[in-house]
């Protein structure tokens, strides 16, 4: 079992930065791969980045590739997503999610299906 708690969501203007942390608990989290996704209002939640168990294999959604990055810190058990340069589309509640399979290859890690633990969200807002 994993529990996650993000933070470091808030209000930034266009074109500014937020760094959002995944606090997990439960240790499966070092073998887990994990991903951050994010739901807009009246939008299904949609794949943001995953990265795998050890940090070697990250994937990033179209929308948001060269604009953020996602770690992990194993030892301290957390989920890190770099946002830059936001635009107002990237508003949304973002949330980290775990899966139960450590790489990321040879399953769909961009379907929110294949993650069975997820943390409250955190909202970050972007004004234009």
């Known amino acids: 079992q994993v529990q996650l708690v993000e933070s470091g969501g808030g209000l930034v203007q266009a074109g500014g930065s937020l760094r959002l942390s995944c606090a997990a608990s439960g240790r499966t989290f070092s073998s887990s791969a994990m991903g951050w996704f994010r739901q807009a209002p009246g939008k299904e939640r949609e794949f943001v980045a995953c990265i795998s168990w050890n940090g070697m294999s990250v994937h990033f959604a179209d929308s948001v590739k060269g604009r953020f990055t996602i770690s992990r810190d194993n030892a301290k058990n957390m989920l890190y997503l770099q946002l830059n340069s936001l635009k107002a589309e990237d508003t949304a509640v973002y949330y980290c999610?775990?899966?139960?399979?450590?790489?990321?290859?040879?399953?769909?890690?961009?379907?929110?299906?294949?993650?069975?633990?997820w943390g409250q969200g955190t909202q970050v807002t972007v004004s234009s």
């Open positions: 999610a775990a899966s139960l399979i450590g790489k990321t290859t040879g399953w769909q890690y961009e379907s929110k299906y294949e993650y069975p633990y």
